[in-house]
T-cell receptor, first 115, second 114 residues
Framework: GAVVSQHPSWVICKSGTSVKIECRSL??????MFWYRQFPKQSLMLMAT?????????EQGVEKDKFLINHASLTLSTLTVTSAHPEDSSFYIC???????????FGEGSRLTVL | GENVEQHPSTLSVQEGDSAVIKCTYS??????FPWYKQELGKRPQLIID?????GEKKDQRIAVTLNKTAKHFSLHITETQPEDSAVYFC?????????????FGKGTLLTVNP
């Protein structure tokens, strides 16, 4: 089946630093990728929709300057958490929509801890 | 935008019993309704989905029903096993083509007691 790989799977950083998370579709082209945030024991909250070659569409309440999304190719989208603070600590998950069929596949998730 | 309500938030059953989780949605344009199972710290796994042109779909011990008029859909798990214990999320989406923007319910923690 289709595979979506996310890296890193976990990261610990100091407050004020920036962290980049990559989401790759390994064996298919993804027209659209989605980024979610999940707090402990809570649901997945959509942060933004990332379309290849265009600017991401952010959900209401998500700071686009804080969470930079780049979708430079049909197989890679990146989420950069800029000037991270402890409240940004969370589980970040991406999903990729397969080109032509629209089937959705999730990455493994990245756990960010900001000290 | 879409709003998905999911109930119950927790569900505890004995092994072998059935479990039912219910969701309602608000946007009549939604036509794709997947269910995901998520184990702690792992990615959501699609377990079954249904589209609005179908009223019921079954896959072994798992079934999903959809009432488009009432805007609700349900997950049914029969003959539950301890390995079914996880958090289950329903979702709704306009679906089709490349648009799979999902709105998730808040999740149901299912515990199957041996």
């Amino acid at each position: 089946g289709a595979v979506v790989s996310q890296h890193p799977s976990w990261v610990i950083c100091k407050s004020g630093t920036s962290v980049k998370i990559e989401c790759r579709s390994l064996d298919f082209q993804a027209t659209t990728m989605f980024w979610y945030r999940q707090f402990p024991k809570q649901s997945l909250m959509l942060m933004a929709t990332s379309n290849e070659g265009s600017k991401a569409t952010y959900e209401q309440g998500v700071e686009k300057d804080k969470f930079l999304i780049n979708h430079a190719s049909l197989t890679l989208s990146t989420l950069t958490v800029t000037s991270a603070h402890p409240e940004d600590s969370s589980f970040y998950i991406c999903s990729a929509s397969r080109r032509n069929t629209g089937e959705l596949f999730f990455g493994e998730g990245s756990r960010l801890t900001v000290l | 935008g879409e709003n998905v309500e999911q109930h119950p938030s927790t569900l505890s059953v004995q092994e072998g019993d059935s479990a039912v989780i219910k969701c309602t949605y608000s946007d009549s344009a939604s036509n794709y309704f997947p269910w995901y199972k998520q184990e702690l710290g792992k990615r959501p796994q699609l377990i079954i989905d249904i589209r609005s042109n179908v009223g019921e779909k079954k896959d072994q011990r798992i079934a999903v029903t959809l009432n488009k008029t009432a805007k609700h859909f349900s997950l049914h798990i029969t003959e539950t096993q301890p390995e079914d214990s996880a958090v289950y999320f329903c979702a709704a989406s306009p679906g089709g083509g490349s648009n799979y923007k999902l709105t998730f319910g808040k999740g149901t923690l299912l515990t199957v007691n041996p």
